[in-house]
Structure formats: structure tokens, C-alpha cells
């Protein structure tokens, strides 16, 4: 039988292939062998220098000291401008020991607001004290009372209640549970009133003024009430 002489040619190529493949393979595995001879893996097991007799030899090789991402970013920062890195760390560190102080400090500055507390203004007979502020919700929240030590009931408006801050912005104020009409008889009425917060933005102190109605011959003012906090 005649073997045709094309499939003979593709054979024959196909095994030159297939043994070109393996030898380039087994030359590729002896030169790399040969170029990782005498290197080894590092051992760093603690255990190894148990016994060196060598103190702190295992610590100064084995122990890995893990910094701070803030103090990294500090120090990189610090050679970039130019600087020395220790320096500026004791530098930063002076200031996170003196940023801890203020809030301290504060305390008795709220205590000195509440010790102006009570505050009055009196016309006429007519009292009108506040004893105390406080913040609630989103609202600064003002404990006022009124007496009537005259010899008439005076009557009282409250949409003319007028409030105002220390750099004499308007304010919009609500006058709670207080009489439309006081007593002659020197009893004492308890009420609140309530100014948004978001009016205050940097005030210190607040001043009230009312005046009785319609008349409007009393002028009862209390300024200098400082602003809760």
C-alpha cells in the first residue's frame, strides 16, 4: 500500500516538534536550578538563637516594630519641607497635651454664667426676674417669673415682649405660661421663655424688655443674660 508522502512530512514534523518542546523544557529547568543553587530560605523562628548564649540578639533580629500611620505620615512630611522628624514629633506631641487642657477650663466658665443668676428689673411694682437658662432641643429655654406688688392688676402683651442679643440683632421669642393680666396681691407666676438656638449663632448674652399694655408706661429690662450652652 503507497503512503502518501504528505502525512509522512506532517509526522515527521510533528515529532521534531514534540522533541524540541521537551528539550527546551529540560534545558530551561537545569538553568534555573543551577542559578537557585546555595540559595535558601531565611529562618527567623525565635528558637534559633535560644541558645547563642548572645543577649538581645534574638530581639534586636526577630522583633518588627509596627509605627503609626500618623507618625509615618510626619516624618515624611517633616523631610519633605526640610525639617527634622524628632523635632517636629515632640512638637506635635506638646500640642496633643495642651489641646486635652481646654476642656477642662471650660467648666468654670459655665459656672461663672450661672452665678449671675437671678436676674430681675423692677418698675412700677411689677417684678419680672429670671433665675436661670438652660438648652433644650433646639431651643434656649429662659425661667422667668412676675409679681404684682402695686396697688392695680396691670395686663401684659407678650408679642411685645422684646429680645435681643449683645450685638443687638432682634431676636424672635415665645413667652410661655405667663398671666395676660397680674394681680395686685404680690403672688409670684412662673413661666418660661424660648428663643431658637439658631438665632444665638455666636451671641454671649441676651437683654429682655417688656412693657405693659396698652398703656405702656412700665419698662421692665433685664440685659446681660448669658447664653446657655
Known amino acids: 500500500m503507497a503512503v502518501n508522502s504528505t502525512v509522512v512530512l506532517t509526522l515527521i514534523l510533528l515529532a521534531l516538534m514534540f522533541g524540541a518542546g521537551v528539550t527546551s523544557s529540560v534545558w530551561g529547568f537545569t538553568i534555573g536550578r543551577e542559578a537557585l543553587k546555595g540559595t535558601t530560605q531565611p529562618d527567623v523562628r525565635p528558637s534559633n538563637n535560644a541558645g547563642s548564649g548572645k543577649p538581645g540578639t534574638t530581639a534586636s533580629k526577630d522583633q518588627v516594630s509596627i509605627l503609626k500611620e500618623k507618625d509615618i505620615i510626619t516624618t515624611v512630611k517633616a523631610r519633605v519641607e526640610g525639617r527634622d522628624p524628632e523635632k517636629t514629633a515632640g512638637a506635635n506631641t506638646k500640642t496633643e497635651k495642651a489641646s486635652s487642657k481646654p476642656a477642662a477650663a471650660k467648666k ?37 417669673s412676675m409679681k404684682n406688688e402695686g396697688s392695680q392688676a396691670v395686663r401684659f402683651l407678650y408679642s411685645f415682649l422684646n429680645v435681643t442679643d449683645d450685638r443687638g440683632r432682634a431676636l424672635s421669642a415665645t413667652a410661655e405660661d405667663l398671666p395676660s393680666e397680674l394681680p395686685p396681691n404680690g403672688q409670684v407666676f412662673y413661666g418660661t421663655v424660648s428663643i431658637p438656638t439658631a438665632l444665638l449663632e455666636n451671641a454671649k448674652e441676651v437683654s429682655l424688655t417688656l412693657t405693659d399694655y396698652p398703656g405702656q408706661k412700665l419698662q421692665l429690662q433685664i440685659s446681660g443674660i448669658p447664653v446657655a450652652k
Open 108 to 144: 468654670p466658665a459655665a459656672q461663672n454664667a450661672s452665678a449671675k443668676f437671678p436676674l430681675n428689673s423692677r418698675d412700677g411694682g411689677i417684678t419680672l426676674e429670671v433665675s436661670a437658662a438652660s438648652q433644650r432641643n433646639n431651643s434656649m429655654l429662659l425661667d422667668v
